[in-house]
């Protein structure tokens, strides 16, 4: 039996996004401590210098999807405002 290869943050966030969460729980998402754990490990990893290219790929698409859902979770406030008016 093979061990299955650890979730990405990409895999993380679209199989949250794909589960069609409400407004208000995407207004509320945060990732998983283990990942948010990992992404604090890579600022630090980068801040002494001794990233690898694999970990600066890894922090690279943290980087991008964090940009991402600052703008999804935005959005949603936005349309719960809305609502709310």
Known sequence: M???PPKTIKDVVTDFLG????????AGYRLPQELQERAHALLEKNR????????RS???EFREIDHLLT?????????????AS
């Open 2 to 4: 093979t061990n299955a």
């Open 19 to 26: 589960a069609a969460p409400s407004l208000n729980e995407i």
């Open 48 to 55: 002494t210098g001794s990233l690898s290219d694999d970990e």
């Open 58 to 60: 890894e922090m690279e």
């Open 71 to 83: 703008l999804v979770k935005a959005k949603a406030k936005l349309k719960l405002k809305a609502q």
